[in-house]
């Protein structure tokens, strides 16, 4: 039985095409009623003959995810912990900014990329999530918007979540293509970002795509020593190669790049380190978010001293570079990326 929701506008009209011979416009007549009139059941879909919906009843279903537990912070931040059809839970966190409803959803169930300074990456990989269980966090968080009354959306995404999603490449790109689908979510590109560790040459594939979305690089440290000592993927590619693909990928898209680099206390969080990293960036066109690091039991790593967080943003600041100071959300929740369905998980076993 395939799923509606793992199907791209133009990967449904080729399915339909191939399985039933159909024109490609029912597929665009389904994304509307699926997406836009939120109708789930086909018998309903009157605009398609009935003989079509007999065949579409046998062969698909329209499945979301299921929430399986839900925190809500006092600043209004949701952190949910999603079941999928196998019980695998995975996370996602709706944060409400003034600009927009920022959905941070995960792509994969764990992540081998073992970052020393993320929740997340303290759960081995065990496989990469579908299509439909990436959209279905940004669905469910929808209904929940839908619930409140407000007449609000999702607006944002940023693919930030649990995982690494150039690991996960064609199911993001896919996931990407319906939410920025004028027949489905119709959430502009330029709001959709992408978070990658450095994975050097999906980076380049992804600056071939066309598209208009953008680009987050997980940077954290200035320099290589630092890099590899918490982020084991820079020993396969190093800062010197992750800059070329972000040259690359500048050139080829003429868009902003950010660069996230988490402060942590007597790790990276120096003013030499602010200098290296002005000297990195020099040239390019870029932003820089500054995180101050959030503590979990389960490794070594201090949050920056707020002082420090302000020497560093004040160097950068004053070499003209952009940059600011993500604001922390959910801190009264299990707000670290990762760290609810660790504990849920941990429980369970
Ligand atoms: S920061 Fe991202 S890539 Fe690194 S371990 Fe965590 S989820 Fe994986």
Request: charged share 30%; aromatic share 10%; net charge neutral.
């Given at each position: 039985?395939?799923?509606?929701?793992?199907?791209?506008?133009k990967k449904l009209e080729n399915l339909l095409q191939e399985i039933f011979s159909e024109k490609p416009?029912k597929a665009?007549?389904?994304?509307?009623?699926?997406?836009?009139?939120?109708?789930?059941?086909?018998?309903?879909?009157?605009?398609?003959?009935?003989?079509?919906?007999?065949?579409?009843?046998?062969?698909?279903?329209?499945?979301?995810?299921?929430?399986?537990?839900?925190?809500?912070?006092?600043?209004?931040?949701?952190?949910?912990?999603?079941?999928?059809?196998?019980?695998?839970?995975?996370?996602?966190?709706?944060?409400?900014?003034?600009?927009?409803?920022?959905?941070?959803?995960?792509?994969?169930?764990?992540?081998?990329?073992?970052?020393?300074?993320?929740?997340?990456?303290?759960?081995?990989?065990?496989?990469?999530?579908?299509?439909?269980?990436?959209?279905?966090?940004?669905?469910?968080?929808?209904?929940?918007?839908?619930?409140?009354?407000?007449?609000?959306?999702?607006?944002?995404?940023?693919?930030?979540?649990?995982?690494?999603?150039?690991?996960?490449?064609?199911?993001?790109?896919?996931?990407?293509?319906?939410?920025?689908?004028?027949?489905?979510?119709?959430?502009?590109?330029?709001?959709?970002?992408?978070?990658?560790?450095?994975?050097?040459?999906?980076?380049?594939?992804?600056?071939?795509?066309?598209?208009?979305?953008?680009?987050?690089?997980?940077?954290?440290?200035?320099?290589?020593?630092?890099?590899?000592?918490?982020?084991?993927?820079?020993?396969?590619?190093?800062?010197?190669?992750?800059?070329?693909?972000?040259?690359?990928?500048?050139?080829?898209?003429?868009?902003?790049?950010?660069?996230?680099?988490?402060?942590?206390?007597?790790?990276?969080?120096?003013?030499?380190?602010?200098?290296?990293?002005?000297?990195?960036?020099?040239?390019?066109?870029?932003?820089?978010?500054?995180?101050?690091?959030?503590?979990?039991?389960?490794?070594?790593?201090?949050?920056?001293?707020?002082?420090?967080?302000?020497?560093?943003?004040?160097?950068?600041?004053?070499?003209?570079?952009?940059?600011?100071?993500?604001?922390?959300?959910?801190?009264?929740?299990?707000?670290?990326?990762?760290?609810?369905?660790?504990?849920?998980?941990?429980?369970?076993?």
């Open positions: 039985m395939y799923n509606i929701y793992d199907f791209e506008l416009f665009k007549q389904i994304f509307q009623w699926v997406y836009k009139r939120e109708v789930f059941d086909f018998d309903q879909m009157t605009d398609l003959s009935k003989a079509f919906r007999e065949k579409l009843k046998e062969n698909f279903c329209i499945k979301k995810p299921t929430i399986y537990k839900k925190q809500v912070s006092k600043d209004g931040t949701i952190k949910l912990l999603v079941e999928l059809e196998d019980k695998n839970l995975i996370e996602t966190v709706l944060i409400r900014y003034t600009y927009g409803n920022v959905a941070c959803v995960s792509s994969e169930i764990g992540c081998d990329m073992k970052c020393g300074f993320c929740a997340s990456g303290l759960l081995k990989k065990s496989r990469e999530l579908k299509v439909s269980e990436i959209l279905g966090q940004v669905l469910l968080l929808n209904d929940i918007l839908k619930e409140e009354g407000n007449n609000e959306k999702i607006t944002h995404i940023v693919v930030m979540g649990t995982g690494e999603p150039f690991l996960n490449y064609d199911n993001v790109m896919d996931f990407i293509r319906i939410c920025n689908s004028p027949f489905a979510l119709e959430i502009g590109a330029r709001h959709i970002s992408v978070s990658t560790c450095g994975i050097v040459d999906k980076i380049r594939k992804y600056a071939d795509e066309g598209l208009q979305t953008n680009l987050a690089i997980s940077l954290h440290a200035p320099n290589d020593e630092i890099r590899s000592k918490i982020m084991p993927i820079n020993r396969t590619y190093n800062i010197s190669e992750l800059m070329d693909a972000v040259k690359y990928y500048l050139k080829k898209t003429n868009r902003r790049v950010t660069f996230e680099y988490i402060l942590i206390k007597d790790l990276n969080d120096s003013l030499d380190c602010a200098k290296q990293l002005t000297d990195l960036i020099k040239g390019i066109c870029a932003y820089i978010n500054l995180i101050p690091y959030n503590e979990v039991m389960e490794n070594k790593f201090k949050t920056s001293p707020q002082q420090n967080v302000r020497k560093f943003y004040d160097y950068l600041y004053k070499q003209n570079i952009n940059v600011t100071v993500r604001k922390g959300f959910g801190d009264d929740i299990d707000a670290a990326c990762g760290q609810l369905r660790a504990k849920e998980v941990k429980s369970d076993t």
